[in-house]
């Protein structure tokens, strides 16, 4: 960031030279002295929005920062509309009519920042960073920046970072949550409940304590780790692997055995066909991460023959889930749509990180170190 | 149990003294001059006499054999899925062939309601009557005094509130449930309620099975539980296993019981207690009910106390259901006074098809299942056969398990 600190103050001082009319351009800098173009893509509430002050998540509104971004000279403008030419297909621009110009495409080539979200994710492909001439800084107003073509953002020398840590509680908890609802077998419980049936046997057939049971996290991040910690007093026998072994005074507390071979890991982290076959028959998936790491047809086709008995998750491969996704109608599901992390006490603390990482932005200051996920053309080491 | 003993072994040496056909029936707590006769023993003429005299009274035919049965729910298809699955009629918690090796008659039957019941045919002789709250047999004065040769009342499971616990007493039965079984198992289901409301986990899922996607529907009103204040109605064994899996999330805890925990654990657990009941629950945004159904308990949460509750409260009650004014909560589901309400029981049960909780909006209900998941049946069918066979012989249960013992209820539900 050294060189935006140094453009910056140039400018002030420039600014308060006198000469308001001069437009230094670098690439960092461009349009009016300061005032930037900052463009969010959130999901709409319509109806929703009224109900609920601290619901600052959704499009109407934005955040809650508005205000804060005028009141600094700047250009805030928000949509939900996010889908332009799909994934990096090209319009024939003879048949490009007016109405298909969508909301985001229409800024994309001036706006500074780009602030987007896990949970109504604007794909921010190499085409598209192409194209954004001012963009400098990519903010993910939440967890989770695979929507971002991170490689081309790095090559265009552009900022990326996300609020790291703000859904870590959000997420563990709806994991556990998950977790009791596949093992309890809850759900066919409820269905039995709305259709005016009861059928303890239906249900008690499959239905367990998670005490005594074995639990395995595929990654013991941030979020890996606060669900270790939820789930030691369930008297579990806990298993983690991660690229990183915990030190032994964590591990003893948290209560977890390191597993360094994952035998079906998974080098590419994809759960597909033959590596679901290797997990015992009857196994339970939570997937609170992305829903791209599975095979989207190889847990269908496991969920039907049992082999998986229950798969739980908040997150699709894509986002929104078309209507006919398979994993909606598929048996031993217990799926949302993305929401975990997006709790209102999760959407506070986005909302406030997104805001800290603005106004350092605008005062030429570093982020806090663990945001970033592309700096100074490299990748956070999670993601290389 | 003295008693039981001295009879015991009158029994058996009159079967070692090699009249195996002699039936001695001792109703266990009528009867005391019968078997004082018999230990004292005046000879054998009075001994003799006292036998013929119960031939005539009584029904069994071979010595110390006796007549149990259990009522259980029904599996069918499922029974056969699972081999653990021990609490269904078809298994009926695997102990009838240990029963038979014995020498007693085990009749097991889901058919509970009305006088014409499998049930009912054989109450007027049963010694021994095996429940499970999952699928309860009402066990009412009116069956106990039929019941003549009764003597013990099991609950496979925890919670005897189906059994008329005052009139079982009067009649001098026995009334004992596996207390510890399900512990754990409702404690871990209660969690997860709680978890299922905060986090509104439903209108989610019913959005995913509708093709739709609309974020916004859900997030308007989903919270981590982290900060939240839960209070739990009743610190017993269940409500203590709660407060120890809830203390990781970093909420405020509160607890009402009769009695206080002493502060080590308080400390430990990290939960507040609350003396006055009336003055915590406003506190709470997360209320859990874990207090057994008792005359005081009934009908507890009715339209006023639930009105002083905080407005869009969450309620998860795997207590009992007649803890609450079943009207009572159907209007604050509907007015989101109550904005969420989970639960695994009714009144009464089985719930019938129109019973409103199942068509009120806000809420997450299941059948009563949250304490016979397979190893909680585990437990609960060796809690049984260790008392069967602790009465058999005529030794004590473990006290905790008592819930009617020579004429005195429990202390939880006096």
Redesign the interface.
């Known amino acids: 960031m050294a060189m935006k600190r140094a453009s910056a103050s140039a400018f002030r001082a420039l600014a308060s030279s006198g000469n308001s009319n001069s437009s230094i351009l670098t690439r960092e800098l461009h349009a009016s002295p300061g005032s930037k173009k900052i463009v969010g893509v959130f ?4 109806e ?2 009224a ?2 002050p601290n ?1 600052l ?2 499009v109407e509104r934005a955040l809650g920062i508005g205000d804060w971004l005028e009141s600094q000279g700047h250009q805030y403008i928000v949509t939900d509309d996010k889908e332009g030419p799909v994934c990096g297909k090209y319009i024939d621009t003879k048949v490009y009519s007016v109405y298909m110009i969508l909301e985001l495409e229409k800024h994309i080539s001036d706006l500074h920042v780009l602030v987007t979200t896990a ?2 994710p604007a794909y921010v492909t190499a085409e598209r960073i192409k194209k954004a001439k001012n963009l400098q800084l990519v903010l993910t107003a939440g967890i989770g920046s695979d929507h971002v073509d991170l490689k081309a953002a790095a090559a265009a020398g552009l900022t990326v970072a996300e609020v790291t840590g703000s859904n870590v ?2 997420v563990a ?2 994991e ?2 998950r977790i ?2 596949l093992i ?4 066919p ?2 269905h ?3 259709k ?17 049971k074995t639990v395995g996290t595929v990654g013991a991040g941030r979020i890996g780790r606060l669900l270790l ?2 789930l ?3 008297n579990c026998n806990l298993l983690y692997h991660d690229r990183i072994k915990m030190d032994p005074e964590l591990e003893n507390q948290i209560g977890a055995k390191f597993e360094e071979d994952l035998d079906v890991m998974l080098p590419k982290w994809m759960f597909d066909k033959e590596r679901i076959a290797k997990l015992k028959k009857g196994v339970l998936i939570v997937n609170n991460a992305r829903g791209a790491i599975m095979d989207t047809q190889a847990v269908v086709d496991a969920c039907c023959s049992g082999h998986i008995a229950g798969y739980s998750g ?1 997150v699709w491969y894509p ?3 078309p ?2 996704h398979p ?3 598929m048996p031993n ?8 992390g ?6 506070l603390r986005h909302a406030a990180g997104v805001k800290d990482m603005l106004d350092r932005y605008f005062k030429g200051e570093e982020f806090p170190p663990q945001n970033y996920i592309v700096k100074e053309g490299e990748l956070a080491s999670q993601y290389r």
């Open positions: 999901y709409k509430a319509n929703y929005a109900m609920n619901f998540g959704c949970f109504h509680v959000s908890e709806d556990l949550m009791l609802i309890r077998n809850f759900l419980g409820y039995q409940v709305i005016g049936d009861w059928n303890v046997a239906a249900i008690a057939h499959r239905a367990y304590d998670l005490e005594g910690q939820r030691k007093p369930f908040d986002q929104p889930a209507k006919d994993w909606r109608y599901q217990a799926m949302t749509p993305h929401i975990s997006t709790t209102i006490d999760a959407q």
